[in-house]
């Protein structure tokens, strides 16, 4: 397919992290504009995502792949320039997406807070023409991560009592609506009582402030002593026992991130008296080939089609490092629901 002829500048602006850790370690640089290689697509960025993980990154609990490193995981934006390698242009899964330069993509990046990307065909898909680019740069990262987890990491069914950790979060709202479409009895754990009210609008059939009142002893309660079947743990270090106390016997724990610090080492040893299983997932490693990322993208663009799933969005801050910075600050301090964007460019 051709490629347009388009003068691009010489650098383009991106915040990065000049180091590991506060707020104070994020700029807004200049870079060099990213040449795409053969089999990778040119995108302007629109929006991206702010999520746990870009924290993790700047704190340093995450190795950074280089200093200065460009943040961001997820965005949306338009195709400038499409692949050149034959290979990939009669590859049929590179066919059957339909790219065309001025198309609606979505991927997630590692590197989205830069006002040009490139990233492999395998990873950026079209987006459809009812969804907007803000919506998918909001609904990339969390609804792939919550889809895949709910299929792979624990294939929770019909009847299963599932626990969802900061059910208000940008991926608890969506684990919430996704477990109750399989027909699963969610439960949410929330922080405060107007949390808790968007949970239950968003799927949860039961919610506990656990401010107000003993998670562990509610969940019994719901569940009749025999605890849940399965688990979704974003929040990491202090729910982390809990969990041990509010799974039952052949449950699995779905431990997904440390929003309030790093889980402990323990010894396998732990998982004995219940015959437990843990998994620890990354949704890259669920997302490797393209027909994987055709088939979950599917999924979440159905979903959000249908008004199965709606997202949503808490709050929009600049393309600065200043609002990059108020942005982690906001989500870290526990007191957002849904997800944060980073309104990279105008639309």
Known sequence: MATTSKQYPQTVKAVQYTGTGGPEVIKLNEVSFPEAKPDEVL?????????????????????????????????????????????????????????????????????????????????????????????????????????????EAYNAQSGDYVLVHAAAGGLGLILCQILKSRGAHVIGSVSTD????????????????????????????????????????????????????????????????????????????????????????VVGNYLETAAEVTHYYTELWQAIQSGALKIHVYKEYPFTAEGVGAAQTDQASGKTTGKLLIKVANQ
Not at 49 to 77: H, K, M
Not at 201 to 224: C, M, P, Q, S, W
């Open 43 to 151: 995108i302007r960025v629109e929006w991206a995502g702010v999520n746990f993980i870009d924290t993790y990154f700047r704190q340093g609990i995450y190795q950074l792949p280089a200093v200065p490193w460009t943040a961001g995981q997820d965005s949306a934006g338009i195709v400038e320039k499409l692949p050149t390698d034959p290979n990939v242009l009669n590859d049929p899964e590179y066919k059957a997406r339909k790219y065309e330069v001025g198309q609606k993509v979505a991927c997630i990046a590692g590197t989205a807070y830069a006002e040009y990307i490139t990233r492999p065909w395998t990873k950026v898909m079209p987006i459809p023409a009812s969804i907007d680019t803000r919506t998918a740069a909001a609904a990339s990262l969390q609804g792939l991560t919550a889809i895949t987890f709910v299929e």
């Open 194 to 281: 107007e949390k808790a009210a968007l949970a239950k609008e968003n799927g949860a059939e039961f919610v506990i402030n656990y401010k107000n009142e003993d998670l562990i002893k509610r969940v019994g309660e719901i569940t009749n002593g025999q605890g849940v079947h399965g688990i979704y743990d974003g929040v990491g270090k202090t729910t982390w026992e809990g969990n041990f106390e509010m799974i039952r016997r052949k449950g699995t724990i779905v431990s997904i991130g440390n929003a309030s610090g790093v889980v402990p080492p323990f010894s396998p040893l732990k998982l004995g008296p219940k015959n437990l299983k843990l998994v620890r997932p």
